[in-house]
């Protein structure tokens, strides 16, 4: 870029062109590849399952236009590799309708409704799978499931929207609009059935656990004393069945339903801020909130 800069307009120009010329050289030679596979008889199912899984290649293939899938499968999958996250959660996502525009529809079910974190999860979990996995998203939008099936569709709210109500005057807040980033946490592998832990991830802190198979993650916060939740301990709630699991803030003692996102037994409208969480090979990681510099 430096050369590119001392020459002026033309160099760049010129330089822009070469990049072109070699991208497209790499997209002809990608292509070239798939068809000799396929003239070969050997490019089927399960070679293209095979070769779209991996994230490398399926990036190449999305960039070249040579995607198998089309949108609205890809959007698909996207979602079907976030379920078990929002599932964790005692949510779901139904993918209403992925227009030619570019705009996908979704309506978040279960404890994802209403619950006062689900623009955080779609910002974090469900936005952006379908961005990775669909770049030609221009918009998302998600509907509001309505009491009476057959009333009016409930209002659609845009992702700028559920951007904004991630905004507020705490700057633990406002952080989650300077983007994610998925970080390894190597405390939670370890982690046995009903066993807490805190952890510093990045410059947040974050507490698991484990309920069964299960992990959870949230922010390190009491949303009541506002304390942290090192020592908090797992316990069974009053009447409540096997697994379904309460955390006590070990300051104030309130008491939190970790499968129903973090929401507060004591004062319903408090809750504790959830953060995604994924494992892939046994490695658990979380998406925490990028440092934003000067």
Not at 226 to 246: H, Y
Not at 255 to 262: F, K, N, S
Request: hydrophobic share 45%; with cysteine.
């Amino acid at each position: 870029m430096d050369a590119s800069s001392s020459g002026g307009a033309v160099a760049r120009e010129r330089a822009e062109e070469l990049v072109r010329l070699v991208a497209d050289l790499y997209g002809a030679g990608l292509e070239r590849v798939l068809t000799i596979i396929d003239d070969a008889g050997r490019l089927d199912d399960d070679v293209l399952a095979a070769l779209v899984a991996d994230d490398l290649v399926a990036s190449l293939l999305l960039v070249h236009n040579l995607h198998p899938y089309d949108v609205t499968m890809r959007v698909e999958q996207a979602l079907e590799g976030v379920r078990p996250y929002l599932g964790s959660h005692g949510g779901d996502v139904e993918l209403l309708e992925v227009s030619d525009t570019g705009v996908v529809r979704l309506r978040l079910l279960g404890s994802c409704d209403g619950c006062p974190s689900s623009s955080v999860t779609l910002k974090l979990a469900v936005e952006g799978a379908i961005e990775a996995a669909a770049p030609e998203i221009t918009t998302i939008e998600v509907e509001t499931p309505t009491e009476d099936p057959a009333a009016v569709t409930g209002p659609v709210i845009s992702i700028d929207s559920l951007r904004s109500r991630i905004g507020s005057a705490d700057p633990v807040q406002e952080s989650h609009d300077h983007g994610s980033s998925w970080e390894p946490v190597p405390e939670l592998a370890t982690l046995v059935d009903g066993a807490v832990v805190c952890a510093a991830v990045g410059q947040t802190q974050v507490l698991g656990c484990r309920i069964g198979a299960e992990l959870f993650a949230f922010r390190d916060r009491c949303a009541r004393c506002e304390a942290t939740l090192a020592g908090a301990t797992l316990a069974r709630r009053l009447g409540g069945a096997i697994g379904d699991a309460v955390l006590r803030c070990p300051s104030c003692l309130t008491h939190y339903e970790v499968r129903r996102a973090g929401a507060c037994i004591e004062a319903p409208d408090l809750h504790l801020d959830p953060l995604p969480l994924l494992v892939n090979a046994g490695v658990a990681s979380v998406a925490v909130p990028v440092a934003v510099t000067a």
